[in-house]
């Protein structure tokens, strides 16, 4: 589970963002936020878990999936 405001949380004040994030509004993060989210995100655990099924049970992607990316040409 991601949980974006232990990433962008003023130690202080865990429901306020630290001033580094703040993009201005106080209540979405900027740019330097974003990337603080995105490093939080443990990969090694994404890469552990199973894959998604859809309700059916197919695969939502890898093998068995029914799911073609649009061809570029």
């Given at each position: 589970?991601?949980?974006?405001?232990?990433?962008?949380?003023?130690?202080?004040?865990?429901?306020?963002?630290?001033?580094?994030?703040?993009?201005?509004?106080?209540?979405?993060?900027?740019?330097?936020?974003?990337?603080?989210?995105?490093?939080?995100?443990?990969?090694a655990a994404l890469a552990r878990a199973a894959p998604a099924r859809c309700?059916?049970?197919?695969?939502?992607?890898?093998?068995?999936?029914?799911?073609?990316?649009?061809?570029?040409?």
């Amino acid at each position: 589970m991601l949980a974006p405001g232990r990433a962008l949380g003023d130690p202080a004040d865990p429901a306020r963002l630290r001033a580094e994030y703040d993009s201005g509004a106080r209540v979405h993060p900027d740019d330097l936020g974003i990337q603080a989210v995105a490093d939080a995100v443990d990969l090694a655990a994404l890469a552990r878990a199973a894959p998604a099924r859809c309700p059916t049970g197919t695969p939502v992607s890898g093998p068995g999936s029914r799911f073609r990316p649009p061809r570029t040409s």
